[in-house]
């Protein structure tokens, strides 16, 4: 399951293999994925996303899925603002990963997270348990993004949080490594257009700057779509 973590929170979403485009392949499969994190020590920075910090600051701790939680960098610091949390991905490897990093941080964090290995493209989170369900960068086809956000969205309790973030499809014209159709990076009006009104309370949605480097290493600015939805009792 594609998820961006990269170590200055930018990730073209591709891994091995090549497209007709002469672009890298992204492929939902485990052995993919364990592959493409076995190809480094580490893959991405162990820091929080940025837009995470900045919309569950705020929130009340409780129970929180992290779905594609890499190697954890989301989850851990979760658990360090004192949520309970349960992290899943595709990969066994990033799994493994994301349970050391807990691990070093120490037993009162380790002991929060749940590591769970699910593929998302399929796996449906039990319905109304979470107070904030937070999916970072999933880059998905087009025709699979939908049953994956009403799976989400379903696993929200009422009163609780459903955060989406992904990359702007301006950053397609940055050297940060995007690409694809510009479709494939869905529009955080566009999410909160598909959310049911009378069960949803859309707070944010819209595109959000934040400073990066480029593949180049130069200091850069992009943009991150961003969805913050809280379930109505």
Not at 30 to 49: C, I, M, T, V
Not at 162 to 174: E, R, T
Not at 202 to 226: K, N
């Amino acid at each position: 399951m594609p998820h961006h973590h990269h170590a200055t929170h930018d990730q073209p979403g591709h891994g091995h293999g090549h497209g007709q485009d002469g672009h890298e392949e992204v492929k939902f499969t485990q052995e993919f994925w364990d592959d493409r994190y076995s190809s480094a020590g580490r893959l991405w920075s162990g820091k929080p996303n940025a837009q995470l910090v900045e919309q569950a600051s705020g929130l009340e701790p409780g129970e929180a899925l992290d779905a594609g939680c890499g190697e954890g960098g989301d989850a851990v610091w979760l658990a360090g603002q004192g949520w309970a949390v349960t992290a899943v991905d595709v990969s066994a490897v990033a799994i493994e990963r994301g349970a050391r990093a807990a691990e070093a941080v120490g037993a009162d964090v380790a002991g929060r997270i749940r590591w769970q290995r699910e593929d998302l493209l399929t796996w449906a989170p039990e319905p109304g348990r979470y107070g904030l369900v937070s999916a970072q960068y999933m880059h998905l086809p087009l025709e699979m993004f939908g049953d994956f956000l009403a799976r989400l969205g379903a696993a929200v309790r009422p009163g609780g949080t459903l955060l989406v973030v992904g990359h702007h499809p301006d950053d397609l014209h940055a050297n940060v490594g995007r690409h694809g159709p510009a479709h494939r990076f869905v529009l955080a009006e566009q999410l909160a257009a598909d959310l049911d009104q009378e069960r949803w309370e859309v707070v944010v949605a819209g595109a959000f700057d934040r400073p990066a480097r480029d593949l180049d290493g130069q200091a850069v600015t992009v943009r991150d779509t961003v969805l913050r939805a809280v379930r109505r009792a």
